[in-house]
């Protein structure tokens, strides 16, 4: 797939959603919002979806008609494929916080201390991995903090497309050396997985390894709050989520929407604060809204970047379902070609 062909991509999809059979909804059930077209989608509520607690949007019916091709599914030697592909303008780009940890199990506070995942936040990974495994990934970002890795690795293991997950060794000559591939063929069958600190957890200073609930018996509850939820208070010694989003968020915007410019694919494997501050960029929350906002674990969130914006498209439901395919032509497509190759 050409970085230069996405940025050749011509047209935008415009496709009313009576002619889709689109319907959204909470699912709560407590309101329903039929989409006139896909652009009216960026109106929605902000806080429409966000983890198991909350609302979440779901589509619930799809019966797309086809007609074009944007195809990163099919191999290169076919005709049409690069002519496809510069038909697609848009990129997938998933969130996942990592899997339950150890840490979290014992209701201690984590922030940068490196502890894996329970066998609970093992099986969540994998559970989010089936959730997206009709979604293309072309890339892969981590933080350098194990649990993120592990929960990105898991989950690709049930990606229906079979690309190898690598690990790219970027921290020395001799890394980048000895690391090296030298097939093409083997390249193409593989997803690069970039680690980088920037994407990890909130420094929590002096909270780290302290009991979450011990912690609010001896400061009081407010005071616990606002150190875990507020915007701009930092725990003693740590980072506010201010900061954070200083960091991820300024990582975001230099390496990863590039990626996603050229038309890559991209997943992001990360924690409950790195990735609360990414999002309130994406949905441009307040720093009051940012409050309330919470991530479960192994949840995928998708989003879909298109024309420069970033339209929120809820957690992917079951691989069985029409889901998030539903949402764009793109993904619809990609999908079928799976399903062509692989059943
Ligand atoms: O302990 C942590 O590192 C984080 C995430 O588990 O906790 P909190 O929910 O308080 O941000």
Same mark, same amino acid.
């Given at each position: !797939?050409?970085?230069?062909?996405?940025?050749?991509?011509?047209?935008? $999809?415009?496709?009313?959603?009576?002619?889709?059979? %689109?319907?959204?909804? #909470?699912?709560?059930?407590?309101?329903?919002?039929?989409?006139?077209?896909?652009?009216?989608?960026?109106?929605?509520?902000?806080?429409?979806?966000?983890?198991?607690?909350? @609302?979440?949007?779901?589509?619930?019916?799809?019966? +797309?008609?086809?007609?074009?091709? +944007?195809?990163?599914?099919?191999? &290169?030697?076919?005709?049409?494929?690069?002519?496809?592909?510069?038909?697609?303008?848009?990129?997938?780009?998933? %969130?996942?916080?990592?899997?339950?940890? $150890?840490?979290?199990?014992?209701?201690?506070?984590?922030?940068?201390?490196?502890?894996?995942?329970?066998?609970?936040?093992?099986?969540?990974?994998?559970?989010?991995?089936?959730? #997206?495994?009709?979604?293309?990934?072309? !890339?892969? =970002?981590?933080?350098?903090?194990?649990? +993120?890795?592990?929960?990105?690795?898991?989950?690709?293991?049930?990606?229906?497309?079979?690309?190898? &997950?690598?690990?790219?060794?970027?921290?020395?000559?001799?890394?980048? +050396?000895?690391?090296?591939?030298?097939?093409?063929?083997?390249?193409?069958?593989?997803?690069?997985?970039?680690?980088?600190?920037? %994407?990890?957890?909130?420094?929590?200073?002096?909270?780290?390894?302290?009991?979450?609930?011990?912690?609010?018996? @001896? =400061?009081?509850?407010?005071?616990?709050?606002?150190? @875990? @939820?507020?915007?701009?208070?930092?725990?003693?010694?740590?980072?506010?989520?201010?900061?954070?989003?200083?960091?991820?968020?300024?990582?975001?915007?230099?390496?990863?929407?590039?990626?996603?410019?050229?038309?890559?694919?991209?997943?992001?494997?990360?924690?409950?604060?790195?990735?609360?501050?990414?999002?309130?960029?994406?949905?441009?929350?307040?720093?009051?809204?940012?409050?309330? %906002?919470?991530?479960?674990?192994?949840?995928?969130?998708?989003?879909?970047?298109?024309?420069?914006?970033?339209?929120?498209?809820?957690?992917?439901?079951? &691989?069985?379902?029409?889901?998030?395919?539903? =949402?764009?032509?793109?993904?619809?497509?990609?999908?079928?070609?799976?399903?062509?190759?692989?059943?």
């Amino acid at each position: !797939m050409a970085a230069t062909a996405f940025h050749q991509a011509i047209g935008t $999809l415009q496709i009313q959603s009576h002619s889709l059979g %689109l319907r959204q909804e #909470i699912s709560d059930g407590a309101v329903r919002l039929p989409l006139k077209s896909f652009k009216l989608e960026l109106g929605l509520s902000k806080r429409a979806c966000y983890g198991s607690g909350q @609302r979440k949007l779901s589509v619930i019916q799809a019966s +797309a008609s086809q007609t074009s091709v +944007a195809d990163p599914v099919l191999s &290169p030697s076919k005709k049409n494929t690069n002519e496809s592909w510069k038909k697609s303008n848009e990129a997938a780009l998933i %969130l996942i916080r990592h899997g339950e940890s $150890l840490w979290n199990e014992k209701n201690l506070f984590t922030g940068c201390v490196d502890v894996p995942l329970t066998k609970k936040g093992v099986e969540e990974a994998i559970e989010a991995g089936k959730k #997206i495994s009709n979604i293309p990934i072309d !890339m892969i =970002y981590t933080s350098a903090l194990i649990r +993120a890795q592990m929960t990105a690795m898991l989950a690709m293991t049930q990606h229906r497309r079979k690309k190898v &997950p690598i690990v790219i060794h970027n921290e020395g000559e001799q890394a980048r +050396a000895w690391s090296q591939i030298f097939s093409e063929d083997t390249k193409k069958q593989s997803v690069p997985v970039i680690q980088a600190w920037q %994407l990890n957890e909130r420094m929590y200073g002096e909270l780290q390894g302290l009991n979450k609930q011990e912690t609010a018996d @001896r =400061y009081g509850k407010e005071q616990v709050h606002e150190w @875990r @939820r507020s915007y701009d208070i930092p725990p003693p010694n740590g980072e506010s989520l201010e900061m954070c989003a200083k960091r991820a968020v300024a990582y975001f915007k230099d390496t990863i929407v590039p990626q996603l410019l050229s038309g890559k694919n991209v997943m992001i494997a990360a924690h409950g604060n790195s990735l609360r501050s990414i999002i309130m960029y994406l949905d441009k929350l307040t720093s009051q809204e940012v409050i309330s %906002l919470e991530l479960s674990t192994g949840i995928p969130m998708l989003y879909i970047f298109k024309e420069g914006k970033f339209i929120r498209r809820g957690s992917p439901v079951g &691989p069985s379902e029409a889901g998030p395919y539903a =949402y764009t032509r793109t993904l619809a497509l990609y999908r079928e070609k799976l399903d062509e190759m692989f059943n």
